[in-house]
């Protein structure tokens, strides 16, 4: 018997590794070489892999395809039709599998409904990516980044509301207490 849940409609190729407590739901595919990690979601109609790590607490909602390329860290939210891309310039004729580029979501950040990431991104801890954005360059941490493409139009905190700052420069949510040094986020934990 497992210790994580998956639909019967959907597929696990060899070589997978699913971490306890990991949900999988219906018309998914996991391809080979692909390592989930512990007490992930994946919505209906999922495709993940080949050759993909995704860490512990991540949740993908419906009709999410992640590539080859993608790396994703722990506690990431992908939101329902977002997209990733693994290669600049595609051509259906033309193979370019040794060209995908790597793209990174670090920690805790969320990316939204309908967004697209194109390859080779970072997309640091705890950024949010509005819905229907596209990030086409690295995006800092704690940025909130909306609009095609997408750009910087405030900064949030762990729990991903909008930070506003004090006088002083000063923000703070439950988590952390937020401070801009050099257009950079400087963040002391609670």
Partial sequence: MSDYRLHESSYVDEDVEIGAGTRIWHFCHLLPHTRIGKNCSFGQNCVVGPNVNIGDGVKVQNNVSIYEGVEIEDDVFLGPSMVFTNVVNPRAFISRKEE?????????????????????????????????????????????MVGVPARRIGWVGISGSTLTFDEEGTAEDEFATYRIVDDEMKVTRK
Wanted: proline share 2%.
């Fill in 100 to 144: 995908f580029r790597k793209t990174l979501l670090k920690r805790g950040c969320s990316i939204g409904a309908n967004a697209t990431i194109v390859c080779g991104v970072t997309i640091g801890e705890y950024a949010l990516v509005g819905a229907g954005a596209v990030v086409t360059e690295d995006v800092k941490p704690y940025a909130l």
